[in-house]
């Protein structure tokens, strides 16, 4: 420990400077993950995704890479002026030294904030300010992030169900279609999915599907 000390004492400022920026970047690349995942519209995207094709029944076709991959680059379009502007008031002063540490934090949760404000529901964010025992904000910008992004997680899984069973309604008329055709015509022993499949994915190409729910989802924030 001593040692450790020592090397900072005797290091030249800039050299230390650099070094409390490296492993700053280290922090957020390691915080990355769950930053993207829950405080960006990455949850909901990825979860219509999945249902569109859990309501298809194509198994593992798109494959979770394209998935993912999809709802990443949609993420990352969607989040642009969020990731702009967090750059522009909170990175770029932080690293020019402008501003310290705890002020890029501030400025930078402010986006983030107004982001998730938009799509988080009055009930849920009672329910962590409540249970946190915080005081009514008179602001936003007075909401902690621990009580926020909770909130905004939980507001974006409904919403995203409600899509995905939106999707589901009419490929389940399809299912039910055939499984009563078939037991009509006596064919117990084939498997309804089978006969449905094609026609699902049929609809699915005339109505230009993965168009329309791409366009829901861009519209939906």
Sequence with gaps: MNEFMEFFNNSDPTNVSTSVKLVL??????LA????ILMTCFTRIIIVLSFVRTSLATQQMPPNQVLVGLALFMTFFIMAPTFQEVNEKALTPLFNEEIDLEEAYVQASIPFKEFMSAHTRQKD????????KVEK???IQDIPL???VPAFAISEIKTAFQIGF???IPFLVIDMVVASVLMSMGMMMLPPVMISLPFKILLFILVDGWYLV????LQSF
Excluded: G, N, R, W
């Design 125 to 132: 964010l009672a329910l962590f300010l409540d249970y946190a």
């Design 33 to 36: 993950p769950s930053i993207l």
């Design 146 to 148: 621990t009580a926020f």
């Design 214 to 217: 791409v366009k829901s989802l």
């Design 137 to 139: 904000p008179e602001t």
């Design 25 to 30: 970047l280290m922090t957020v690349l390691s």
């Design 166 to 168: 939106m999707i589901f």
